[in-house]
């Protein structure tokens, strides 16, 4: 019944722009990192028949990108950054919260009836017992939709993945589950979107690994990212799905400093009327839209 009808993907990368090539750039001479190795004033080779969308990530707001301001837009459609003024980092703020409240995407596919949604990231039950004082935009915008989280059985049960899909980072705080290959969460996060209208992934090493200014860390996190994606590609029906990668501002792709950059991000569809998808991106307001728009004409 209602896992009848196309399906989306947004797999969301926390801090991966598009950038110029050159030693500053860990995806130059990187091998196996397709569909992420986009630069400037270069056609962008795709695997699957992606298109490319350069996104601009700045919303015409003076100042770095960040994330909070940034993933709100992406996650409501809302301009947040033109919203408050300003960029905001790390977690949202008040005002941020309430756009998210107010405008998630996961409530109004709920409210044109697609209640088929999920988050597909994995909590631990310890932010249930310890609640965080500040909450990410995409916590915020699963709970404005009052949908239920994944929990570590989810992730054992192979029914949701953790933001370092290998499972390292979970092994290192002490939960007793397996590590997974980029093939093995890709195929758990494809098992996922088949069974749901929407379904949102967000990951977020990149962005840590920018400000760290870490390149042997960019060369090993890349290639495994670019393979977790193309193996959601491989298993995912393109011909019923759509598959979007965007991200909220850049930083890995120029690690001669440890701001977020200026550059503007790739947002990449595939499947499904990819083309009309993309038509309809422009900047990171455009993603909710583009992707509510799609989900409930057909
Ligand atoms: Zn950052």
Request: without cysteine.
């Amino acid at each position: 019944m209602e896992t009848d009808g196309p399906s989306v993907l947004l797999f969301f990368i926390d801090g991966l722009g598009i950038g110029t090539r050159g030693p500053h750039n860990p995806f130059d001479g990187l091998e196996d990192a397709d569909p992420l190795a986009i630069f400037q004033d270069e056609p962008a080779i795709v695997p699957f028949d992606g298109v490319v969308v350069s996104t601009d990530a700045r919303l015409g707001v003076e100042g770095r990108p960040q994330s909070a301001s940034g993933q709100t837009t992406i996650l409501t459609g809302v301009n947040a950054a033109a919203a408050l003024g300003s960029h905001k980092q790390g977690f949202p703020n008040r005002a941020l919260l309430e756009i998210l409240r107010e405008h998630s995407i996961f409530l109004q596919l709920q409210n044109r009836g697609i209640h088929s949604t999920t988050f597909a990231n994995t909590y631990t039950s310890r932010f249930f017992e310890r609640r965080p004082r500040w909450i990410s935009a995409t916590t915020a915008a699963v709970e404005a939709a009052g949908l239920r989280f994944n929990l570590v059985d989810d992730l054992r049960a192979g029914r949701a993945v953790y933001h370092d899909f290998t499972n390292a980072a979970l092994i290192e705080r002490g939960e007793v589950v397996a590590p997974r290959s980029p093939d093995e969460a890709g195929d758990v996060l494809a098992g996922i979107v088949a069974r749901h209208r929407f379904t949102l992934y967000e990951y977020f090493i990149t962005d840590h690994v920018g400000h760290a200014q870490d390149r042997e860390a960019a060369q090993r996190v890349l290639p495994m990212l670019a393979r977790y994606i193309r193996r959601v590609l491989e298993k995912v029906d393109l011909t019923s799905s759509a598959v979007i990668v965007t991200s909220d501002h850049g930083n890995i792709e120029d690690l001669s400093a440890r701001n977020h950059t200026l550059n503007p991000v790739a947002t990449t569809i595939w499947g499904r009327e990819r083309e009309k998808i993309a038509s309809r991106i422009r900047s990171l307001a455009d993603i909710t839209p583009a992707i509510v728009e799609h989900l409930t004409a057909n």
